[in-house]
């Protein structure tokens, strides 16, 4: 069983509707929760960064994290087609330098 | 804003040859990560290093090897190619020990091996 767990979709919503994503873990012991975009055959562009538990907005996006229940949550609101790619989160401990990431949700907003 | 450069973007190799990845951070980041990503999967980690010395290690085969140099950039070598080391190799960095400041991607090396 990998330490990260991620739905890999694929997702497909209309243009506008607010996209849901998130992933689970094991390991009690990440203390860094991150998001990243990548589109296809490109490298991954962080989207958000948080530490420990809480929540953080930056724009249309909204990430939640909840370690009692080891879970994360990406929201992307007013969502555009130029929204579509391949969304993925990663993890680490801190003090580690290795970054876990899950499979990936391959999202698709429909205009 | 300067971003991470990698070199070159695509490289076609032969089975058993060698190939050299290069990565240049973002000025100022001293801490330097090489992934690699197969067709459909998620990044795998390689290899790390802070201030030119290795500070973690993933599943980086034994026929890999790499190194920050004085200017902190990174090269990746591979040698004794294999076809399944066809792949995206990332390389990312970041600024401070330990790790704990976000890390960002370059755009990758795709490396064919036939």
């Known amino acids: 069983q990998k330490e990260v767990e991620q739905d890999p979709g694929p997702l497909s919503v209309p243009e506008g509707a607010i996209v849901s994503l998130n992933c689970t873990y094991s390991?009690?012991?990440?203390?860094?929760f991150m998001w990243y975009r990548q589109y296809s055959r490109k490298g991954p562009e962080l989207l958000m960064y948080?530490?420990?538990?809480g929540n953080k907005e930056d724009g249309r996006f909204t990430a939640q994290v909840d370690k009692s229940s080891k879970y994360i949550s990406l929201f992307i609101r007013d969502s555009q087609p130029s929204d579509s790619a391949t969304y993925l989160c990663?993890?680490?401990?801190?003090?580690?330098?290795?970054?876990?990431f899950g499979a990936g949700t391959t999202v698709t907003v429909r205009a | 804003a300067a971003g991470v450069i990698q070199s070159p973007r695509h490289l076609i190799k032969e089975k058993r040859e060698t190939a050299t990845l290069k990565c240049y951070p973002i000025?100022?980041?001293?801490?330097v990560y090489w992934y690699q990503q197969g067709p459909g999967q998620d990044p795998q980690f390689l290899i790390s290093?802070?201030?030119?010395?290795?500070?973690d290690k993933g599943s980086i085969p034994d026929r890999f090897s790499a190194q920050q140099f004085s200017d902190y950039h990174s090269e990746l070598n591979m040698s004794s190619l294999e076809l399944g080391d066809s792949a995206l190799y990332f390389c990312?960095?970041?600024?401070?020990?330990?790790?704990?400041?976000?890390?960002?991607f370059g755009q990758g090396t795709r490396l064919t091996v036939v």
């Open positions: 390991n009690s012991a990440f203390q860094y």
């Open positions: 990312a960095s970041s600024q401070g020990r330990r790790g704990n400041t976000e890390a960002f």
């Open positions: 290093f802070y201030e030119k010395m290795q500070s």
């Open positions: 000025p100022r980041h001293d801490t």
């Open positions: 990663a993890m680490k401990r801190s003090n580690d330098y290795k970054l876990s």
């Open positions: 948080t530490y420990s538990s």
